[in-house]
C-alpha cells in the first residue's frame, strides 16, 4: 500500500519560512518523479516542483528563488523549504509520486497559510 505523508505546515507571517516534509512508503522511491503541487481555496491544483530520479529538479517560475525542493533517496522522503512567504502562497499542499503514465499516487495535503 502505498502512502504519502506530508508533515511540516502551518500558520507563518509573510517573509517567513516553512520546511515541509513527505515521507513515502509502499513504492521503490529512487524510481518514482516526486513532486509538489498545491491547491488555494477555488483554485485548481498547480505544480510547484518537480524532483525527478535522475536528482533534476525543476520549480515552477512563481516559486524560483524562495523555494527549493529536494529529496533523499535514503530516506524515502522529500522536502519543500519555502522561504520569503508571500500570502498568495497560501494553499494546501500536496506530496506526489509517479513511474510515469496513469501511475500516480496523492498525500493527503498539509495546510499553509501566510499572514499579511
Known amino acids: 500500500q502505498v502512502q504519502l505523508v506530508e508533515s511540516g505546515g502551518g500558520l507563518v507571517q509573510a517573509g517567513g519560512s516553512l520546511r515541509l516534509s513527505c515521507a513515502a512508503s509502499g513504492i521503490i522511491f529512487s524510481g518514482n518523479t516526486m513532486g509538489w503541487f498545491r491547491q488555494a481555496p477555488g483554485k485548481q491544483r498547480e505544480l510547484v516542483a518537480l524532483?525527478?530520479?535522475?536528482?533534476?529538479?525543476h520549480h515552477v517560475d512563481s516559486v524560483k528563488g524562495r523555494f527549493t525542493a529536494s529529496r533523499d533517496n535514503a530516506k524515502n522522503t522529500v522536502y519543500l523549504q519555502m522561504n520569503s512567504l508571500k500570502p498568495e502562497d497560501t494553499a494546501v499542499y500536496y506530496c506526489?509520486?509517479?513511474?510515469?503514465?496513469?501511475?500516480?499516487?496523492w498525500g493527503q495535503g498539509t495546510q499553509v497559510t501566510v499572514s499579511s
Open positions: 506526489w509520486a509517479s513511474r510515469g503514465g496513469s501511475n500516480a499516487h
Open positions: 524532483m525527478y530520479s535522475s536528482g533534476t529538479t
